[in-house]
Structures are given as C-alpha cells and as structure tokens.
C-alpha cells in the first residue's frame, strides 16, 4: 500500500480535531507534519523540548508546542493556481480608530517617551475559508517564507506565510535578521526608500545589535550591509547578523529578543506598556514566535507575521505598521492594507 499523501493526512487530522503542525522553512521542498493522538495542551518555559514550539505575543512563555514524536514529511510539489486581486473590507470605524492610536503614538514620540512604535490592526474577512486549499496556495506563493498551518483544539487555527526569522542556531552558528520598512513590490526592483524607512530599520537593526551584545562579545558578531529583501508583494530593509558561539543559551537568547522592535518598540518596554494601554487588540499569537526545535542545537525560530486565524465565521487578519515621527497616518493606513493582501492573495 502507498502511504498517505499531504492532503489525505492534513483532511484526516483536520475532521479528528487532534493537534497537529503542518510547515515549510523558507526555500525549502519538505512539508513536515506533527500531531498529537489526544487534544492535551503541552507547555514549555524554554526550548529544551523537541516540537514545534506557538507563543502568543504578551504572555510568550511559557508556550504551546507540539511533539515531534509524532513526525511526517512529504516532498509536495504545491498546485498552481490562478491569482485573483483580493481587497480586505474596509470599516470606516477601524481606520478611524486606527488614524487615532497612530496620532495618539506620534504625540508620545514627540515627547520623547518613544523613538518608534509598532501598531496593530485586524481584519476579519466573513467569507468561508477552505483551510487545505489557503495553506497550498500559501506554498505556492511564499517559496521564501516560513509557511504554516497550526490547529489545536485548545489554542485555534493559525496559518502564514512569515518573511522574518527571530533566529535559527545550527550547530553553533547563530543567524537574525533586523527586518523593518515597507514598500510594494515592483516588476522593475528599483526602490526608493525614504528617510523614515531607513531611520526606522537602523533602530531595529541598532537595537539587535545591542541586545546581542549583551549576550556575546562584540568581535564574534557579523552584520551584513542593507539590503533589499523581498516578502511576496511587498519589500523590505534588511540586515542579517551571524554569531559563532559555542554553549549558546538559547532560552535567554529568547528571552533577550522576543518582542524585536520590529514588532513592538524603541525603547522595548516602554513600548510594551504603551501598546497595553492603548492598542485595545489581543494580538494573540500575531507577533508571537514559533518554529520546529529539534533540540537546543537545531533551532529555527519566526516571527509570526503575515498570519491569520481561522474561525467559524471566516478569517481574522493581523497587520501592523511602525510608527515614527516622520509617519503619516494615511500611508500607514495603506501599509497594512497592503501587507494585508500577502494572505488574502492566496484565499
């Protein structure tokens, strides 16, 4: 007998309602799969565990993960399809909520009380979502990014297509990314970045630095020139910084970089106190971390961007945009309208 394919195994595992990961690491050909045979929640308050590890954004340890003994993996080749434009509903009432905490923020900034803010928004898209089907397109899409399908029945359904790394440890080798500013994609790949692009990423990227630093002498950290990395139909600056370390903690590591400025803010605590007094969203596991850990020397960690959760009534979207003093709030608006289409390309 031949054994399951992909899909067989994901509508299988989807109807019994058992935990279970399905995900692709960026520019890779294997789809691994791992379940559980009862719907337990398992935690964990670091990364000696092996699994593929979900953490929500405020609370990010301890977190849920998911066994790899139970461990699959296919050589899928995702099916090609026709790409549809897809518009995210707009509510008047969320951009006008939206253009407030934006202005409420850059009065903060002003002040000095923060260099730089990551706001939040979500969408919810009413519209049957055939789950298999999103996940494959999402393969399709996104060869660059980590693409995944997570389903508990305790802790939701979530699925993305991530462009950033949090980090990745092999064999002692450490690998980040400082990953800010957003343009749309273009045929001709010329860009033209502005002063509150590159201010924005040299925060995020100066920030990585010191944080690394903290943990590892200066002369062992390697940081590449900016450049242009592309996520899909969007753009963005980026760094990418390497450590060569023996022993690495990788729990403090965690620690350390989680949130990233990227998705929170300068100065990091500061920004997570103004986020919970005034952004009014349960981010949930948006901006959270995950990835498969295959022990404390094979990590490969997320930031989970670009993502969504499945529920009975259709899709919650999850967009955010970085706000500093050069932001104007109408183009910020657009960003997330346009980071929006990296999943709704793909309904």
Not at 86 to 93: K, N
Not at 108 to 130: C, P
Not at 276 to 285: I, K, V
Not at 315 to 340: F, M, R
């Amino acid at each position: 007998m031949s054994k399951p394919g992909l899909e067989e195994v994901f509508n299988q595992l989807l109807s019994a309602d058992q935990p279970f990961v399905f995900y692709r690491l960026p520019k890779g050909k294997t789809v691994h799969c791992h379940f559980q045979e009862d719907a337990s929640m398992t935690l964990t308050d670091d990364l000696k565990i092996k699994g593929f590890v979900m953490s929500r954004f405020d609370s990010p340890l301890p977190a849920v993960y998911i066994s790899d003994k139970n461990h699959l993996q296919f050589e899928y080749e995702p099916p090609a399809f026709e790409l549809k434009e897809q518009r995210a509903s707009i509510h008047s009432e969320n951009k006008t909520s939206f253009i407030n905490i934006i202005n409420i923020t850059k009065k903060a900034i002003a002040s000095g009380r923060l260099k730089k803010l990551v706001v939040a928004r979500k969408i919810t898209q009413k519209e049957e979502v055939d789950a298999l089907q999103f996940f494959t397109h999402l393969l399709t899409l996104y060869p660059n990014a980590m693409v995944y399908f997570w389903h508990h029945p305790k802790a939701e359904t979530w699925v993305g297509a991530s462009p950033e790394q949090l980090f990745s440890v092999h064999s002692g080798r450490l690998t980040t990314m400082a990953l800010a500013g957003t343009l749309p994609h273009n045929p001709e790949e010329e860009y033209h970045w502005g002063d509150k692009e590159k201010t924005e990423q040299g925060w995020v990227k100066e920030t990585l630095e010191r944080d690394l630093q903290d943990l590892f002498p200066s002369s062992v950290i390697k940081c590449s020139e900016t450049f242009t990395r592309r996520a899909g139909n969007l753009v963005h600056l980026c760094n990418e910084l390497s450590v060569e370390a023996q022993n690495i903690n990788t729990t403090l590591l965690l620690k350390k970089l989680h949130p990233t400025p990227a998705v929170g803010g300068i100065p990091v605590d500061e920004g997570m106190r103004f986020l919970a007094d005034h952004e009014n969203l349960d981010r949930a596991y948006y901006t959270g971390f995950f990835g498969p850990v295959i022990g404390e020397d094979q990590i490969d960690l997320f930031v989970n961007l670009r993502c969504a959760q499945i529920i009975s009534e259709g899709l919650v979207l999850y967009v955010g945009a970085g706000i500093t003093k050069d932001s104007e709030p109408e183009k910020e608006w657009e960003e997330t309208q346009n980071k929006s289409k990296t999943l709704l390309a793909a309904l």
